[in-house]
């Protein structure tokens, strides 16, 4: 297969909209009008892997002057600063019969290591208990319980500086 990353574009919107609805539970996901408020907000921050010109996954984030993730994030991503030292990672998704095969780490190493090239400070998430151990692997550190309610779910902050 040939994998590619590339930007997203307003033309992928249908399809990363699809696979958001599929990776997520409803109070979660992000809807069509948010993920295209993203790719508006922060093109160069929402990148998707393709294989043979499919849509295997994606991820996609923006910019901070704070190291914290919000819940507010999730919501308006015209908070993204441009100017920010921070990226914070909003979605990362992987079609469900492509898991397993290191593609979300692929994600996960690509947009971190453009934050690095970018000299930002760092990269930040927050993800659910059972996801802890995946982003340690790639090198996050758990800050522990976030204050986040975001989708009525518990979450943990991790968090990699470089
Ligand atoms: C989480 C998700 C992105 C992982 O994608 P993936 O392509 O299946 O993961 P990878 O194959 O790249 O796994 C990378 C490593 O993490 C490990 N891993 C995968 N899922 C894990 C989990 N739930 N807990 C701990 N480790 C995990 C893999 O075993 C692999 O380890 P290795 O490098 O030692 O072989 C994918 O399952 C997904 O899209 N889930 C639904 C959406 C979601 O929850 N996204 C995260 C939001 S915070």
Redesign the pocket.
């Known amino acids: 297969m040939n994998l590619e990353v590339r930007h997203a574009n307003l033309n992928d919107l249908a399809t990363l909209t699809e696979i958001e609805t599929i ?2 539970p409803a109070s979660e996901a992000a809807d069509a009008e948010k993920i295209k408020s993203r790719i508006e907000a922060f093109p160069e921050g929402f990148s998707v892997l393709t294989g043979d010109e499919k849509i295997i ?1 994606f991820i996609n984030g923006i910019r901070s002057e704070s190291a914290v993730l919000t819940d507010e994030m999730f919501e308006n991503a015209n908070l993204h600063d441009r100017n920010g030292s921070y990226l914070m990672i909003l ?4 079609s469900p019969e ?9 994600l996960l190493r690509h947009i971190t290591e453009c934050a690095w090239e970018e000299h930002l400070k760092g990269v930040t ?4 208990p ?2 802890v ?2 982003y340690e ?1 790639s090198g996050f550190r758990n800050h522990g319980k976030s204050d986040s309610v975001h989708g009525g779910f518990e979450w943990y902050e991790m968090r990699k500086t470089f």
Do not use: N, P, W
Not at 98 to 106: A, P
């Open positions: 990776c997520f996954g979605s990362l998704a992987v492509f898991r397993g095969k290191g593609y979300g780490k692929l998430l927050t993800c659910k059972e996801l151990g995946f692997k």
